[in-house]
């Protein structure tokens, strides 16, 4: 499974992007989604799951109301929609499949990894 993000980028407080991550399998329909980051010095952290189907999502407090995931099972992608940017958000941004079961926003619980996407916020 190759996971393959984009769209990172600098940009203002206050301000959006959108991240991408496109999955190389069609059993990509079948696989929990996650975005997880991670800024220098700091453990990679949880931001945002989607379950099968994309019909329950689950995220971190510090992006609740700010962060949206979201699925495009077309074109086997997941998304990460943030507004409202803060320097804080500032990290290395990575997709995630296949939840292996235990805590939705823990690294471990996931399978397989893209090789990130920088994020930063000034």
């Known amino acids: 499974v190759q996971l393959v993000e984009s769209g990172g980028g600098s940009v203002q407080a206050g301000g959006a992007l959108r991240l991408s991550c496109e999955v190389s399998v069609n059993a990509y329909r079948s696989y929990y989604m996650a975005w997880f980051r991670q800024a220098p010095g700091m453990e990679r952290e949880g931001v945002a799951v989607s379950t099968i189907g994309g019909g329950s999502t689950t995220y971190a407090d510090s992006v609740k109301g700010r962060f949206t995931i979201s699925r495009d099972n077309a074109k086997n992608t997941v998304y990460l929609q943030m507004n409202s940017l803060k320097p804080e958000d500032t990290a290395m941004y990575y997709c995630?499949?296949?939840?292996?079961?235990?805590?939705?926003?823990?690294?471990?619980?996931?399978?397989?990894w893209g090789q990130g996407t920088q994020v930063t916020v000034s």
């Open positions: 995630a499949a296949g939840w292996s079961g235990g805590d939705l926003l823990r690294p471990s619980s996931f399978r397989y």
